[in-house]
Each structure stands twice: as structure tokens, then as C-alpha cells.
Antibody, heavy 122, light 106 residues
């Protein structure tokens, strides 16, 4: 079955960096677009970044553009989110998610990681 | 950007009764809309996609309808496990979520 197992969250000071990972299994990783979606405490869901199946296309929300970098290693079936210049407003649970439709850039999400909490605080 | 607005923010309903949750889009589109259920400490769970198609394993008491700018999630007879937060998501133009409706026990 499809599994997305996340790691890498924690507490970090403002202005510092953190990298999240999402290890995929149970499906052919290199043919699916992948997303990062976040949820601030007590708030709704916000897409953060997406990357195409071969890693050639990457898109970011305005709130993280220029600070976050999404990447993937298809040989390791792993998705990454490098977060630089972190701010207090980046505090959230971050989820990786797989698109549900092959070939689609925007779609609904059947499969989600378990989430990892990132807290930006001095 | 398509802004999704859910109402009400909180809905109090008794077990066994019907719940109707609304989601309004700032721009019109046909059916690229999904609904999710989220319980505390858990990832969202897909319930409905294509505005009205139930995801695998979702009970028949959950139904979705609507098109254009108005969409509805209906839970026909609430069970104890249905009390949670529900989000709508459009995927017609990039991706955006509503702010959620908390369904609580009356």
C-alpha cells in the first residue's frame, strides 16, 4: 500500500534552516507529482510547493517563494523541502502529499504523510 | 487565485441527524472540488472528489454536490466518528483550501 513517511521537523530559531524529508513506498514514485502542504496551529491547509515527476518543474506559493526549495531523489524514492530564512509564521505541521492522477499537476490528494511539526521560535 | 469560503465555521448537530456543509468559490468552475475530513493529530482524509464521487472506503452517508461556485457536503445520519473538521479544496486552478468547518456534537 502507498506509504509516505516524513522526518526532519523540530524547533528552529528565526532565520535558520531546516530540511524535511518524505520517504515514499508502495507505488512508482518517479511517475507522480508531489506536494508539500502545511497547516499552521488551529488553521486551515495551505499548499506550499509542488514538483513534477522528473523534478524538472517546481512551483511555490508566494509565502515561501525564494526561501523554500522542493526537490526529489527518484533513486531513493524521497521528497525533500529545504526551508531557509525561516520565520515565525512558517510554524506549522508540514505534510507531503501525492497527486491522485497520473500526469496531473493540480488534483486532489488521496495519500498524505503523517505530518511533521516545524516550530520557528527564539 | 480561487478563494474558497466555507460555512458555517462551526456546526452543532446531534448524532443521527443530517449535516450540511457549504463551500463557496470566488470563481466558477465545474467539478474540480474535493472534501476532506480531519481529526485532531491526523492528516486529512479524502472523502469526495470530482464534487460528488466518494473516495474508496468512504461510507455512503457522505455525499457531495454542486458546481459553479456553490458546493455542498452532506452527511445523512451522523455517527460519533464523523465529528471532525471538514475542508473543501478546489483543484481547477492550482490548489486552494477552505478554512474549514468544525462539526461538533450538539
Amino acid at each position: 500500500q502507498v506509504q509516505l513517511v516524513q522526518s526532519g521537523g523540530g524547533v528552529v530559531q528565526p532565520g535558520r534552516s531546516l530540511r524535511l524529508s518524505c520517504a515514499a513506498s508502495g507505488f512508482t514514485f518517479n511517475i507522480y507529482t508531489m506536494y508539500w502542504v502545511r497547516q499552521a496551529p488551529g488553521q486551515g491547509l495551505e499548499w506550499v510547493a509542488l514538483i513534477s515527476d522528473d523534478g524538472s518543474n517546481k512551483y511555490y506559493s508566494d509565502s515561501v517563494k525564494g526561501r523554500f526549495t522542493i526537490s526529489r531523489d527518484n533513486s531513493k524514492n524521497t521528497l525533500y523541502l529545504q526551508m531557509n530564512s525561516l520565520r515565525a509564521e512558517d510554524t506549522a505541521v508540514y505534510y507531503c502529499a501525492r497527486v491522485s492522477l497520473l500526469g496531473a499537476t493540480t488534483t486532489y490528494f488521496q495519500h498524505w504523510g503523517q505530518g511533521t511539526l516545524v516550530t520557528v521560535s527564539s | 487565485e480561487i478563494v474558497m469560503t466555507q460555512s458555517p465555521a462551526t456546526l452543532s448537530v446531534s448524532p443521527g441527524e443530517r449535516a450540511t456543509l457549504s463551500c463557496r468559490a470566488s470563481q466558477t468552475f465545474s467539478s474540480n472540488l474535493a472534501w476532506y475530513q480531519q481529526k485532531p493529530g491526523q492528516a486529512p482524509r479524502l472523502l469526495i472528489y470530482g464534487a460528488s464521487t466518494r473516495a474508496t472506503g468512504v461510507p455512503a452517508r457522505f455525499s457531495g454536490s454542486g458546481s459553479g461556485t456553490e458546493f455542498t457536503l452532506t452527511i445523512s445520519s451522523l455517527q460519533s466518528e464523523d465529528f471532525a473538521v471538514y475542508y473543501c479544496q478546489q483543484y481547477n486552478n492550482w490548489c486552494s483550501f477552505g478554512q474549514g468547518t468544525k462539526l461538533e456534537i450538539k
